[in-house]
């Protein structure tokens, strides 16, 4: 079986033409997983942001969510795994067809063993990555109790689009955390593969205990990691004519 994984779509953050055109060239990707049986594992930051309230699903993403329904009928349940812009989630993902993961997943794949993870952190403090307090603040009970109560769904997500437009850049993003901490894992625990998002740069570094993987922010580069034939290769998907093309110069 085929498998993709992509990060960091960010839906909702660019111009509306811009987000129309992004969710388009994803329900191509997914239009082109149905019809090939591929396996899609979704790593984090699918929207900017997405936070579910208990009488509030954001309306963003409705022909996305109706395009990955039709996909979960004929095909294996997606994987989602909460990143740092969509951890606030209740059930609407669920209903979707998606098998939701809040922290990370192992997947055995043709003998060798992947943890998936988004790359902000984990709260288990024996992975020794801890998160950013932001994200352990917006992943408290507390505050999202405390959030839901002062803010409607609406202004709740408005508030937090904001926040984000005001402090995403582009230019400040440092792989290393990330690359060191994947370095440390497979020295010392049992997986041959780690995947991740989060940090937006699109990479494969080989280390003495296995392979880190960095699909990449799909919104900036429209890349995946797609593994077919027991390799893993970064790839960016084509949806004017529905093909993959290899990613050049991304191994350490």
Known sequence: MQHIFLSDVHLGALRPDQNKKLENELIELIRHCSENGIKIHVLGDLFDYWMEFPEYTPPLGNKLFAQFRRHHKTNKKSTFITGNHDCWTRNHFEESGFN?????????????????????????????????????????????????????????????????????????????????????????????????????????????GGTYINAGAYYLYKTVVLYNNEQFKLVIWNSADRTFKPMEKTSK
Do not use: C
């Open 100 to 208: 939701v993961v809040q922290e990370s997943a192992v997947l055995d794949i043709d003998g060798a063993t992947v943890l998936m993870l988004h790359g902000d952190g984990l709260a288990d403090k024996s992975m020794n990555f801890p998160r950013p307090v932001l994200n352990r603040v917006l992943r408290n009970s507390t505050f999202v109790s405390a959030f839901q109560s002062i803010f409607s769904g609406e202004t709740g997500n408005h508030l937090m689009k904001t926040f984000s437009e005001l402090t995403r850049d582009e230019h400040d993003l440092d792989p290393n955390r990330i690359s060191r901490w994947a370095n440390e894992v497979l020295k010392n625990h049992v997986y041959d593969y780690i995947i991740s998002g989060h940090d937006h740069i699109p990479r494969i570094e080989t280390f003495s």
